[in-house]
């Protein structure tokens, strides 16, 4: 075969495999096409099936809700078409979200106001079940907050059960400024209320899974709360806002002083150690630093100020225990006291202060000096052995130590 005739042969084999190529590539990229196009109708289809889907439960959602408010407008007229009163008396159910647990294991000597003792703490426990911690994100960047929550120890309760005509309701209380005056109960922050809701400010320390350790509160240990929202100085302080007279008598509920005797150190030292265990305070020097804040304001309820030997006749010598005025029922009614007799004056009387478990006993004489004398463990508070936290578990949070002035023993 002559080179000519050679040449023209490979170049008849070489159209020829271009042509199979090609044809191969344009069947592949029909075959591609056609792939592509079915899938794109197959989700083009599977769109539309989730669209209908999501406007036929979008659709449920809302005659469900119209349902639900059907029902609840239903079940508020059965509740009030067959009361007489001039006033709708709706019912609305309500679970607290939380519970307190604080520095304050009773009432007695708990502030009678937030932010009064900033060393005072309390860790909010959520229940990690029903709100789990994402609930709380966001909540640590607010300095501080407002808890709604429930007056449980008030013993009153039970006139809530009652009809209104029999609930003895008290249109007015006694007030610690009025010197035992009385006072429009909605005028006051009094606990005794037609509904037993508080309402209190605190400042937020840190906020740790379900939990958000609080300083500056007046809760005492064992408190439901029913809510929890973040303080917004921009809208909640008001700057011209006034109040009566009587409310900004300055230091009238003050002490003179509060000194430690010489066996305090050597009594708390002993109590120490089994309470620092469960005890939100890193030692007891900023323990006694709580007690001196504490004390710092007169705890003692109006009666026992007025007449301290009336108390401890009437205890019949048993040691006395503080009742704050808002808590209390009207003593000075309620207790029968007469006018001043004896000698016995209120140096001579022993008042108690239970705080995280422990009795702090103390005197106030005459000039209204505090003197705490000793620390024992408390036999008259609930169980704390649930109780699930303490300072070391907020250490890491609370940051550098502030520097406490720790009250010096005299």
Known sequence: MSPVMAVTENTKWLRVAFAIVATAFSASATISVLLFRRKSRDLNRRIRELEASLKASLEKCAAERQGRTRAQQALRKALTENNSDKFERTFYPMTPIAVVQSCFSTRNGTPRQPLLVPLARACLAFDSGQFPPAALEGLGEYSHCWILYVFHLNTDLEKLWNEPAKSKFKAKVRVPRLKGGRMGVFATRS???????????????????????????????????????????????????????????????????????????????????KTEKRSLYESPGEFQSLIKEVLSWDIRSLSQRKRPHGCLLKMENHAVSNMNPEFEKDQDEDLGYE???????????????????????????????????????????????????????????????????TATNT
């Open 191 to 273: 606990p005794h209320r037609p509904c037993p809701i508080g309402l209190t400010v605190a400042k937020v320390e840190a906020v740790q899974g379900h939990m958000v350790l609080l300083s500056g509160v007046d809760l005492v240990d064992g408190t439901p709360v029913l809510d929890i929202k973040p303080y917004l100085p921009y809208c909640d302080s008001v700057q011209e806002a006034t109040v009566p007279k009587w409310v900004t008598v300055d230091n009238m509920l003050a002490v003179a002083s509060v000194s430690f005797s010489q066996e305090f150190s050597s009594t708390l030292a002993n109590c120490w150690v």
């Open 339 to 405: 006018n001043e007799q004896g000698s016995i004056s209120s140096s001579n009387v022993i008042y108690h202060l239970i705080l995280e478990g422990l009795d702090i006993s103390y005197i106030i004489d005459c000039g209204g000096n505090a003197v705490v004398e000793k620390v024992t463990p408390s036999t008259n508070t609930q169980d704390n052995s649930r109780r699930c936290c303490n300072y070391m578990i907020w250490r890491d949070k609370l940051g550098p130590k502030t520097i406490v002035e």
